[in-house]
Nanobody
């Protein structure tokens, strides 16, 4: 059974930083592309970033470029999202997702497993 478990969310002031983690089990992690999505209150889920199965390529949407960075450790079956210079509009539930192809970007249908999410909230 595949499990994706996010952690690292919490309250943070504008301008602060958080690092989200997503621990994967029940899958051959090194063959899956991984992505982060988020759902803000009252909004649709949106894509944030993805990383190739090997970790050799990443893709970020424009509104997080220069602020967020996705990375992975295949030895630990974990993907990370480092979030810096957080803004109030970054408040959302953040989800990690796994795509069986080696590379995926923002299309949700490419991902076949999802975590339960971790809440990030602006405390300003």
């Amino acid at each position: 059974q595949v499990q994706l478990v996010e952690s690292g969310g919490g309250l943070v002031q504008a301008g602060g930083s958080l690092r989200l983690s997503c621990a994967a089990s029940g899958l051959t992690f090194s063959t899956y592309a991984m992505g982060w999505f988020r759902r803000a209150p009252g909004k649709e889920r949106e894509f944030v970033a993805s990383i190739r199965s090997s970790g050799g390529s990443t893709y970020n949407v424009d509104f997080v470029k220069g602020r967020f960075a996705i990375s992975r450790d295949n030895a630990k079956n974990t993907v990370y999202l480092q979030m810096n210079s957080l803004k109030p509009e970054d408040t959302a539930v953040y989800y990690c997702a796994a795509a069986p192809s080696g590379w995926a970007q923002g299309r949700s249908d490419d991902y076949d497993n999802w975590g339960q999410g971790t809440q990030v909230t602006d405390s300003s």
